[in-house]
């Protein structure tokens, strides 16, 4: 190297020494960063649920099948609870709440649907009567006669719970056939937020 270079070559040298640590500094600081995520507090959010406790439907069993509609009459409750230190603590809680309810029978024949009027009875717990006609009529070549699901559910801010009741129009009253088809999990949620 040409004698005159050597102090230029000196002042780029330290230059891009300085350069280099400044620029690890800012990938240090960058790291630390993505070492150190910013989560959101979750101190002041609250879950919300209903729990279907209660759910009757009388008759349960419509006979004769002499194709005549029942009034059935579905009643029940709705508990509201949250979430604290992992128990649930039953309270009413702010926020919208709704119920609707719907039939799937087997013949797809006779399906009612609505929305249930709850009643607020105080500390979350919500009460339901309603009164819905179904057909006592029924074939006579399944084992098990024929089978309507009343599906009721509510919802709060976090979502849907329900209940599912069977009413049976059965061969005989000797002769009720298998059990009730075993209704899928999340079922009624579906079915709800689909009717919406």
Do not use: C
Request: hydrophobic share 40%.
């Amino acid at each position: 190297m040409h004698p005159t270079l050597r102090p230029a070559m000196a002042l780029l040298n330290r230059w891009f020494r300085g350069l280099g640590s400044e620029l690890r500094g800012t990938n240090a600081r960058r790291s630390q960063r993505r070492l150190k995520p910013q989560l959101a507090p979750l101190e002041n959010r609250q879950l919300l649920f209903f729990s279907p406790t209660v759910a009757t439907a009388v008759p349960s069993t419509l006979w004769p099948p002499n194709s005549r509609f029942v009034p059935v009459v579905v009643s029940g409750e709705f508990k509201e609870f949250t979430l604290i230190n992992n128990k649930p603590v039953f309270m009413l809680l702010p926020g919208a709440k709704q119920a609707s309810f719907n039939v799937v029978d087997e013949y797809h024949q006779v399906e009612p649907m609505g929305p249930i009027h709850l009643t607020n009875e105080g500390g979350g717990v919500f009460s339901y009567s309603f009164t819905i006609n179904l057909q006592a009529s029924r074939s006579t070549q399944f084992a098990a006669g024929r089978r309507y699901y009343i599906n009721v559910a509510a919802k709060d801010n976090d979502g849907w719970s329900g209940k599912t009741l069977p009413v049976q129009v059965p061969i005989s009253l000797t002769d009720r056939g298998p059990g009730p088809i075993v209704v899928p999990p999340n079922f009624t949620a579906r079915a709800a937020h689909r009717r919406r």
